[in-house]
């Protein structure tokens, strides 16, 4: 019996230091060096395309971006339509981005971390089945199928507020978390394209038209339409990242020269 024990005690031991261990190939940075910040989150989006299934993180490539629903109109009188987009994921970000800034690191544990992120991306495809009811110019359009929006030159600046957050001896490791309470993704698109499948039961003359006066409308569309592919994408990398961040305690984001202080908020029991 005291040897099924330890056995299950032993066990519990390396399963923690799995969990807590920083995970390869990232490297801790020197507290306070941005350019190996963005070394860092570069290698994070070109290793783990497929996420990290043993601490629950999703795939990077593609993310799933669930159900989208656009109301457009606001922005243009010939354009009338409410969308419904659902299995919508979006692909090429991981295999794409370029990380261009990360700022906002502390070891002020006494306030929430505001972290901003800068990254572009030259291509990016939102693909989904589509539902669609409403007009464009005076034709009516209802119609189903698969969409896929294609977006050129994407720039983004990400707004991350964290909470460092303590985990109390009696309820945790006495270590501090990070805990997102907010995130905002504000993006500027070049260009866009849309594809519709089955556009009029592929009448091609109707269907190449009716594409046309869409992609003609980009800036318009992309009005109604981008914050919603922006909130869906804020969704899912917020959970990306909660994840992640949910098994490495913040001191040990750095290396062991880097001095932490230890002033968290301290973990609610719920």
């Not at 306070?32 to 395309?49: H, I």
């Not at 495809?125 to 209802?142: F, Q, T, W």
């Not at 199928?145 to 050129?152: A, M, N, Y």
Request: aromatic letters at 8%; charged letters at 25%; one cysteine or more.
């Amino acid at each position: 019996m005291q040897f099924v024990i330890v056995l299950v005690l032993i066990a519990g031991i390396i399963a923690t230091l799995a969990v807590d261990e920083f995970p390869g190939p990232l490297e801790r940075c020197h507290f306070g060096n941005e350019t190996c910040y963005v070394e860092q989150a570069q290698n994070f989006f070109r290793a783990f395309k497929s996420g990290i299934p043993d601490r629950g993180v999703a795939s990077l490539e593609p993310i799933d971006l669930g159900t989208l629903r656009v109301e457009s109109g606001g922005h243009s009188a010939s354009l009338q339509f409410n969308l419904l987009m659902t299995d919508a994921k979006l692909y090429n970000l991981a295999n794409s981005v370029v990380v261009k800034s990360l700022k906002g690191f502390t070891k002020d544990f006494s306030k929430p971390l505001k972290l901003v992120l800068m990254l572009y991306m030259p291509d990016l495809e939102v693909r989904a089945k589509y539902d669609v009811n409403g007009k464009i110019l005076i034709l009516p359009i209802v119609s189903t199928g698969d969409i896929v929006i294609k977006l050129s030159q994407v720039q983004a600046k990400l707004r991350i507020v964290a909470d460092p957050v303590k985990r109390g001896h009696g309820d945790g490791d006495g270590h501090t978390y990070l805990n997102i309470t907010d995130f905002k993704t504000v993006t500027k698109v070049k260009e866009g394209n849309f594809n519709l499948s089955n556009l009029f039961s592929d009448n091609r003359e109707l269907r190449e038209s009716t594409l046309k006066v869409l992609n003609d409308e980009w800036d318009a569309l992309a009005a109604d339409i981008q914050p919603k592919i922006n909130e869906a994408c804020d969704r899912s990398f917020r959970a990306i990242l909660q994840h992640l961040w949910d098994n490495i305690p913040y001191e040990k984001f750095f290396d062991s020269e880097s001095s932490i202080i230890h002033t968290g908020k301290k973990a609610m029991k719920s």
